[in-house]
């Protein structure tokens, strides 16, 4: 059994910075992928940034130079530093473990609003 845990939605002004964060617990194997989805209202979930491990990020449209991905495979988690936030980045953050056996796990998600 595997449990994702997210923390550090809110609140933000536009131009203001936030960090998520996502620990995994339970039997993992090992961690093939840690990744951030984004799902704003009336749109389907989209790619914020993930981390394959031992590859370089991938960013999704508009994100990379705004947000950092960083991803800790001995501690099973996984930080989003977002900074420069617009009120389109507004939506539910959720974090996704890919283990090294190919299995696919998710957050409950958190909140982020960009408003001022």
């Known amino acids: 059994q595997v449990h994702i845990a997210e923390s550090g939605g809110g609140v933000a002004p536009p131009g203001g910075s936030l960090r998520l964060s996502c620990q995994a617990s339970?039997?993992?194997?090992?961690?093939?992928?840690m990744g951030w989805y984004r799902q704003a209202p009336g749109k389907p979930r989209g790619l914020v940034a993930r981390?394959?491990?031992?590859?370089?990020?991938t960013y999704g449209d508009d994100i990379e130079g705004r947000f950092t991905i960083s991803v800790d495979a001995a501690e099973n988690t996984a930080l989003l530093q977002m900074s420069m936030l617009k009120p389109e980045d507004t939506g539910v953050y959720s974090c996704?473990?890919?283990?090294?056996?190919?299995?696919?796990?998710w957050g409950q998600g958190t909140q982020v609003t960009v408003s001022s």
């Open positions: 339970g039997t993992i194997p090992g961690i093939a992928m």
């Open positions: 996704q473990l890919m283990t090294s056996t190919f299995n696919n796990y």
């Open positions: 981390i394959f491990i031992g590859q370089t990020p």
